[in-house]
C-alpha cells in the first residue's frame, strides 16, 4: 500500500539520498562539484536527523579517505561527484578494492576531459568507472533512467557493497540527476537490504580478516571491537599483513577479480522492453535509454519489431546477457552519450560485431529519439 | 595511569617482525616512545586506531598491536577523519612522514588542524622522503643535498609548529628523537588533548640524510639533534636564536571540538525533524 507520504516529487540525486538512507547510510562525506552537488547537500540536512554524519571535506580525496575510515568503524557510508572529483578519488578507490571496503560512490555524470561541460549531460565515465584506478582488479558500477530505478539501483549498490565486500559505483548522468520526477519510497522491507557481515570468531580466538569463507564472503569485524587487525593497500595474507610472495599476491588478486567477475549473472541488472521478437535491439542505459525506449515504442506502432535492452549493470559488464539478447536481431544500436564506450563491450558480447551500430551524442545535448532514428534508417539503407 | 612495567612485546604485533628499518633509523624510537606514552597512560587496545600514510615512517602502523590502517600516500588523515567522526570514543594515532604530512598531506594537514577534530598527529622529521631513497622534502630547507638536488636544494622549509599553529591546531609540540623521554611525555599529552594536537619529533635518516649531507652516523645525527635543540625560552636563544626550540608550543582547551560540535548539529536536526 502506497502511502501519500511517500510519494515525492523530486530530482534524481534526491532519489539517490532517499534510495541511500533507507539502504542504512550513516556515513557521508563530500566535496560539492555539478551537476552532483545536490546529493551533498541534501544529506547535509538528512543524515544528521537520523544520528548520521555527515562531512564536507576539503577534497574529494579526502572525501573517499573518510569514508572508508568510517565504513571499518561499522558504518554504511557514500560519498558523490562528478567527472573531475571522480578523477581525483581513484587512487583511494584502488585502495578500497584492495583492502576490500564496502563502499558506494556516486557519479554523476558531465561532459569531459577536464572541467569540459559541467552542467550538460554526458555518458563518458562509463570506461573511467572500469579502469580509472591502476592495476587489474574488478569494479561493480550502476545506472538507472528513472527516479524509480535510481532509488533501487542505490539501495543495491549498497547491498552489493556489503556483499562483495567491495566499491560501488553509481553511475547517473547529469539529465537523470537534475530532473524532476515522481518516486514513491517503498515501505521498509519492501526492498531487501543487506547488512554488514560481522565475524562470529569470539574474543581470544585468532581472526582472519582476509580469509575468505566458502562462499568467498570475508565477514568484518569493527575497529574499535575485540579484534585487531591491519588494513593496507599493499598485497597481504590473510592477518592483513603485508606480503609479496608471489602465490600470496597472484591467489589475492584472483580473488579480488573472480569474486565479482564470478558472479557476473548475480550481479546483472536489466531491463527489458518489446525484445521476445524484436529484429531492432537498441541497448542502451541511463538517460539515453528513455529516449531508446521512446523510439521503440514510436516504431512498434508503426510495426517495427523493435525493442530495447537496458542495462542497469554496466560493470562487470553482463556479456551473456547481451548475447542473449541480441541473439536473433539484424541489428543492434548502441545507444550512449559518448563516443563509444558500451559499444565495445556489446561488440565483444554479440556473435557478429559487424551488425552492432553507435548512435550517439556528444555535444552536451540530451540524445532525441530522431537522433536514434536517424541511424536506424541508414542501417535500413532509408533516406534520412 | 598504568603502574606496571612497560613490555615492549605487549604492544607489538611479533608476527609482522623483524621490521623494515636500517641501522640507526630514527623511527624506531618515536615508536618507542609512543608505546611506553601508551602504556602509561593505561589505554585500551581496542580503543586505539593507529592510522598511516606511506613512507618508512608509515609502517609503524603494522608493527603495533592497536586497529591499525595503513592506507596511501599523504591521505592518512583523512581516513582517521572518517574513523574519529564515526566512532569518537577511539583515539585516533596519525604518525606520518615529513614528506606525508606536508608535502601531499599538506591540504589534510591543515584542513584536519583547522577543524580540530581529535586526532594526534606525529610528524616523523627527517628532513627527507626515506623510502622512496632520499630525494629533499619540503622539510629539507635549502641548501641541503639530495637525490633530486645533486646541486643542492633551493626550496625553503615549512616550520611545522609554525604551520600547525596557524592552521589551527590545539596543541602544538616539538621534541627530537634523542630526548626520548621528553616526546615520550608530550606525546601522552598530546593524546589526551580534546582536539587536534601536533607532536613533532625530528628523527634522522642516516641511510640518505646523513650520508649524502655528511651529517655522519646515527649517533652523530642525535647528538645534532642534543646540540642544536633548547627547551622552549631556554637563556642559550640569546646567544643562539638559530637553536630549534623544544616544548608545548600551544595548548589550548577553549576550542569547541569537531566530533563535539557535530553531537550539538544532530541534536539540533533531530529536533528539528520530530
Ligand atoms: C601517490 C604517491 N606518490 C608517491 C609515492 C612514493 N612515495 C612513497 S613514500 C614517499 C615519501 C616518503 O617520505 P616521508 O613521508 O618523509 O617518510 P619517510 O620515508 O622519510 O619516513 C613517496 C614519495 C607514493 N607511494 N604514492
Ligand atoms: S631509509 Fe632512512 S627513514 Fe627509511 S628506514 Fe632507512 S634510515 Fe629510516
Ligand atoms: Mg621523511
Redesign the pocket.
Known sequence: MTNKDNIRFIQGNEACVEGALYAGLNFFAGYPITPSTEITEHLSERLPQTGGKFIQMEDEIASMGAIIGASLTGNKVMTATSGPGFSLKQ?ALGYACMAEIPCVIANVQRGGPSTGNPTHVSQGDINQARWGTHGDHAIIALTASNHQDVFKITVEAFNLAETYRTPVIILLDEAIGHMREKLIIPEPGELPVVDRLRTHVPKGVDYHPYLPREDDRLPMSDFGAQHRYNVTGLFHDMWGFPNNDPAVVNGLLHHLVDKIENSVNDIAMYKEYWLDDAEYVLVSFGSSARSSIHLAQNRRARGMKIGVLELQTLWPFPTDIVREKCANAKAVIVVEMNMGQVITQVKNAVDNPNNVFLANRIDGQLISPTDIKTVLRMIQGKGV | MNDTPFNFKDYVRSRFFPHMWCPGCG?GIVLGSLLRGIHELGLNKNEIVMTS??????RISGYVDFHSLHT???RALSFATGVKLSRPHLKAIVP??????LA?GGNHFIHAARRNIDITAIV?N?K?????GG?F?PLSGPGKKATTAPYSTIDNEFDIVELAKSAGATFVARSTVFHAVEAKDLLKKAIMHKGFSVVEILSQ?PTYYGRKNKEGDAVQMMEGFKNNTVKIGSKKLEKNPNLIQRGIFVEDTDKPEYCEAYDHIIETAMKGNS
Open positions: 587512487e | 623511527h600514510g606511506i613512507g618508512c615512517s608509515s596511501i600516500h599523504g606520518m612522514g615529513d614528506g606525508d604530512a601531499i616523523m627527517n627527507i622522503y626515506g623510502m622512496t630525494q622534502s635518516c
